[in-house]
């Protein structure tokens, strides 16, 4: 069974920087990976994806200011958060979905695995 467990997630002053992990069950190497958030009123959103190749993408809103990495072998996938703005408050999600080797991964898939979630919450 899947099973994704996200930490890392902390109050901040504005400008600051925070790094999620994510722990899972499996190893990740046949999974496409992300990060989602959701904040109170708002609609859940794709923050940031990698595919089985390494390839990532990015919402607009954090592209230059978040990466995300994975590690296959420790079945970890990282969000690295910088520059954090009051915009970033949510609860963020990791998730997973199963994917064959050529398969494309975006921010648009539907994700079968999501993880309890983990607060950020950024004060102005």
């Known amino acids: 069974q899947v099973q994704l467990v996200e930490s890392g997630g902390d109050s901040v002053q504005a400008g600051g920087s925070l790094r999620l992990s994510c722990v899972a069950s499996?190893?990740?190497?046949?999974?496409?990976m992300g990060w989602f958030r959701q904040a109170p009123g708002n609609e859940r959103e794709a923050v940031a994806i990698i595919a089985r190749n390494g390839i990532t993408t990015y919402a607009d809103s954090v592209k230059g200011r978040f990466t995300i990495s994975r590690d296959n072998v420790r079945k970890t996938l990282s969000l690295q958060m910088t520059s954090l703005n009051a915009e970033d408050t949510a609860m963020y999600y990791c998730v997973a979905r199963p994917t064959s080797v050529f398969e494309p991964c975006s921010k648009s898939d539907s994700f079968p695995y999501w993880g309890q979630g983990t607060q950020v919450t950024v004060a102005s």
């Open positions: 499996m190893f990740l190497y046949a999974y496409c």
